[in-house]
């Protein structure tokens, strides 16, 4: 089955390109050209990943991200001006799974999102339940089949690359990751961003799983070198 993409710009010329060389893979697009359109179409609709920019007339782009990010956990690519790297900053603190800056290659975009959704697991049927596939550790439980977490008993939402992280370090249990190891292994590509990005999806993935965040039982800091699965 196509995948369902949401692409969101105000620019006409951006979303007819971005739906062209999108459709000519496979891809279902829909579009919306402000934010309350997005919204919109994202609450009526089933969506696979949404491209999501951050300059919106009416309602911002990162404001668009917090709203689709309190009812689903889809993935979301922000567009964001060359060199703004407080775009990128707050788009990731609003719930965003990756951002790209303007002008973008389409051949980028394109790996980017199958990147995504690959790690997303939405490429892929998911894998029915699997015993084998689950890994607890004091009331965490993480289901590698299904790509779920759940904390005593409730279920945690996690974005995709929280969720890369988390299966990263609870399968490594005891390895000190660097922050630049962390973006070689979770951002796959040729990533250009800074070590701020791992900074902030550990602080949210912190506040998901563990009871409490500002005193972490699980994902651990080491001063000076990196971040570690309690072993």
């Known amino acids: 089955m196509a995948k369902r993409l949401l692409l969101v710009d105000d620019e006409p010329l951006i979303l007819k390109g971005l739906k062209y060389a999108l459709e000519q893979d496979g891809y279902e697009t829909d579009e919306a050209h402000d934010g309350q359109e997005a919204i919109e ?17 009416g309602m911002s782009g ?3 991200c917090q709203r689709m990010r309190e009812l689903s956990d889809v993935p979301i690519i922000m567009l964001t001006a060359k060199g703004d790297d407080m775009d990128k900053i707050l788009g990731l603190e609003y719930g965003a799974d990756d951002y790209m800056t303007k002008p973008f290659n389409i051949l980028e975009v394109k790996a980017r999102i199958k990147a995504i959704l ?26 590698t089949a299904n790509r779920s977490v759940s904390v005593d008993g409730k279920e945690v939402n996690l974005t ?29 590509y ?7 990005t791992v900074d902030v999806h550990i602080r949210r993935l912190r506040e998901k799983i563990e009871r409490n ?11 000076g070198v990196g971040y570690y699965f309690s072993a």
């Open 41 to 57: 179409k994202f609450e009526a609709s089933a969506y696979d990943l949404v491209l999501l920019d951050v300059m919106l007339p």
């Open 62 to 64: 990162m404001e668009v």
């Open 118 to 143: 690959r790690r997303s697991g939405r490429s892929a049927p998911q894998s029915t339940k699997d015993e084998s596939t689950l890994i607890s550790c004091n009331g965490l439980v993480v289901n």
């Open 160 to 188: 995709a690359k929280e969720f890369d992280l988390l299966n990263l370090f609870i399968t490594n249990r005891g390895k000190v990751f660097s922050r630049e190891a962390l973006l070689d292994t979770i951002w796959k």
């Open 190 to 196: 040729d990533y250009m961003g800074d070590f701020r």
């Open 213 to 223: 965040s500002s005193k972490p039982e699980f994902i651990l800091t080491k001063w």
